[in-house]
């Protein structure tokens, strides 16, 4: 119970940073190669060793996505790759494919190897199996329920390692083996380069009326009947560890930087609070709150609580949910002055409303009083991509703090 990790996205060096910052105990990354992200910008080398002595040198580990299905072609210099970012310090690698995981482990015995969702880990048998050819942890599919994964607790060596996602994309397909972006764009998900075709709007046509389209739903623009709502368990992260995972993972390298903080610091303040007295623990209802701030389709459990039914799918659109934006990164504070040096990321004004959120304390909002450009000239909005300003902040606001602002919301 006292060791739940925090596994953050990462899909690049900024994102790395942030989530470190704001509370993640470790962050899951994809290299320029044999990952399932090609979207993320991913990391070079150089960056990965960024990426890695930041994360060390905060007693923070840093994991690499090399999960593909590989084909034979794919294989072709992995050995090299993986030599160097072993060297580079790298904690453990992820994988899918037996292959692989056996190459892995006969040429670096010592380094950590977790099993993939893309494995399809579903029972204690494979997970032991797992274990005992050379694996640390495997993380399970998202199709479980908590009863079945307190059976495989149970039936695992303690030693073993079980991760679970816990926010995020929910995948449409069976843990994630999908080949219909393949079939459809020629773009195959298990290499990391998938369309997301199971989102797109579709209708019915029957075999022997062709071209006749039959929308399912009422919904006169047709139904996204493959659409899923997004994953959110944090208002159930006692049930999450009495089930006994041990890493909580937050989907999203292809998310911003700003979803990457915001999340984290909401799961990381529910699980140090349950953390810290479990016989009185409440749930926070404004953790809930924060994490309906980031971009996001609909919440549901997912299949923790069973079998999913229809209220697990999106069937009006397949748009996310986008209430606030990030307006500003706090670069610099002036504890003398109360002016905060801040770069911008969205247009704002002189008189709107912001909320300051930042590592460790809860967030404070309030109006926009003055802004000033770089030559101190004063200005009434911030209208230059990442453009530099100074404004006054009307309390302590850490570098890395985050400015946002609600998309209805005005202070005027």
């Excluded at 679970?164 to 449409?172: E, K, P, Q, S, W």
């Excluded at 079939?183 to 380069?193: F, H, P």
Aim: overall charge negative; proline content about 4%.
């Amino acid at each position: 119970m006292n060791t739940i990790e925090l596994l953050a996205p990462a899909g690049d060096l900024t994102k790395l940073k942030m989530a470190i910052l704001y509370g993640a105990d470790a962050v899951y990354i994809g290299g320029e190669a044999f990952g399932l992200r090609t979207a993320s910008k991913n990391f070079s080398l150089p960056q990965m060793e960024e990426g890695i002595r930041f994360a060390h040198e905060r007693g923070k580990k840093v994991y690499l996505t090399t999960n593909i299905i590989p084909h034979n072609a794919d294989l072709e210099g992995f050995c090299a790759y993986l030599d160097a970012v072993v060297s580079l310090g790298i904690d453990a690698v992820i994988v899918a494919d037996l292959g692989l995981f056996t190459l892995i482990h006969e040429r670096h015995p010592d380094l950590h190897i977790h099993i993939s969702t893309q494995a399809n880990n579903t029972n204690y048998l494979s997970a032991k199996a797992w274990y005992n050819m050379g694996a640390q942890r495997v993380v399970l599919a998202r199709e479980l329920s908590l009863a079945e994964i307190r059976q495989i607790r149970d039936n695992t060596p303690p030693e073993l390692e079980i991760e679970a996602f816990v926010h995020g994309a929910m995948c449409i397909s069976y843990s994630g083996r999908c080949l219909l972006s393949n079939y459809l764009t020629g773009r195959d998900a298990n290499k990391g380069e998938c369309a997301q075709p199971c989102r797109w709007n579709y209708a019915l046509v029957e075999e022997k009326r062709p071209g006749e389209y039959i929308h399912v739903g009422e919904d006169e623009q047709g139904s996204f009947f493959f659409n899923s709502k997004d994953l959110c368990m944090i208002d159930h992260i006692p049930e999450l560890v009495q089930s006994g995972i041990t890493s909580f993972k937050i989907e999203g390298r292809v998310k911003s930087e700003y979803y990457v903080a915001t999340v984290v610091k909401a799961y990381r303040e529910e699980i140090d609070r349950y953390l810290s007295d479990p016989a009185h623990y409440q749930f926070d209802p404004e953790s809930l709150n924060e994490v309906l701030k980031v971009s996001h389709r609909p919440y549901t459990h997912g299949f923790y609580f069973g079998k999913t039914d229809a209220n697990a799918q999106v069937y009006e659109t397949s748009s996310y949910i986008r209430d606030y934006d990030i307006v500003g990164f706090v670069t610099a504070y002036d504890e003398a002055t109360g002016i905060a040096t801040v770069e911008q990321r969205n247009k704002f004004s002189v008189g709107d409303t912001v909320e300051v959120i930042q590592p460790g304390k809860p967030y404070f909002s309030q109006k926009v009083a003055w802004l000033k450009n770089e030559a101190g000239e004063a200005i009434t909005s911030t209208p230059h991509a990442q453009m530099v300003f100074t404004m006054p902040l009307d309390k302590p606001a850490a570098p890395n703090a985050m400015l946002r602002k609600g998309a209805l919301v005005s202070g005027k």
